[in-house]
């Protein structure tokens, strides 16, 4: 971890992560950090690519806000939802933007967990779930999309662009057993590195879906010469009567296409 601590990590935050987990919870640490999904889920890479040509036609990718008092922007990352919610302000950017559940703008220091745990984190996992209808940006191949998954809910559909010399920096989302994130690179580069806890991984443009553990401190750099877009979804696992998260086994239902 020491490469976090680098990057303004500190051990009280890295305390905070572990008492996500077991002993602290009753949810394990996963041992995998990166799995790659069910071939059922692969998509088409040139329909990918025609779809972000079609959507950047209609709708401009926004660079993400850092900072909502001077509305600082991270000009190195942009995106744009392709799913909101019912009552949103922002249909078109907010799911990627960092907003909070009242519709308001917070700093990526913040949204990010760089103040310690994301205080959103866990608590946020109910207005995650709310981003599920399909805005008008590609409604059609949306909601296809959000039909491959039959026990967890498909929420938050973006695409995400990182440009070169882009840094997503070190920071921690959901627990898995809150939400986890899928991406599929829809175009990228040999120098394109995904992290997790110190041990990095590439993804290639194949058209398959690939899972890292968000839920670890994480972060993205392109230190190539052309941008890295990717489609993201964010997954909520099914509740039981107890609106408590019933994710079983997780690796078996993201390798067997059980989600």
């Known amino acids: 971890m020491t490469d976090n601590k680098m990057r303004g990590w500190t051990a009280n935050t890295e305390q905070r992560v572990e008492h996500l987990y077991s002993p602290f919870t009753k949810w394990n640490k996963l041992t995998d950090k990166f799995v790659k999904l069910h071939s059922k889920y692969d998509l088409p890479v040139e329909n990918l690519e025609n779809l972000l040509k079609n959507i950047v036609n ?89 039909s491959l998954f039959t026990k967890w809910t498909a929420t938050k559909i973006r695409i995400m662009e990182l440009h070169p010399s882009g840094v997503i920096p070190p920071h921690l989302d959901h627990p898995y057993y809150n939400q986890i994130r899928i991406h599929t690179v829809i175009n990228s580069n040999p120098h394109v590195f995904w992290e997790v806890e110190g041990e990095q991984f590439q993804i290639p443009a194949d058209g398959s879906f690939y899972w890292f553990d968000t839920g670890r401190i994480h972060s993205v750099s392109n230190l190539g010469k052309t941008p890295r877009s990717v489609l993201s979804i964010h997954l909520c696992p099914p509740l039981d009567n107890n609106d408590s998260p019933k994710v079983g086994n997780l690796i078996e239902s993201l390798t067997q296409g059980l989600l």
């Open 58 to 146: 209609k709708h401009p990718l926004e660079s993400i806000i850092i900072n909502p008092q001077t509305m600082k922007k991270r000009l190195t990352y942009r995106g744009i939802g392709l799913t909101r919610r019912e009552k949103t302000l922002d249909p078109i950017y907010e799911a990627s933007q960092y907003y909070n559940s009242h519709g308001e703008f917070v700093s990526s220091a913040k949204a990010l967990g760089r103040d310690g745990i994301n205080l959103e984190g866990s608590k946020n996992s109910d207005f995650e779930r709310e981003f599920i209808i399909a805005n008008d940006v590609a409604t059609d191949f949306t909601k296809n999309l959000q």
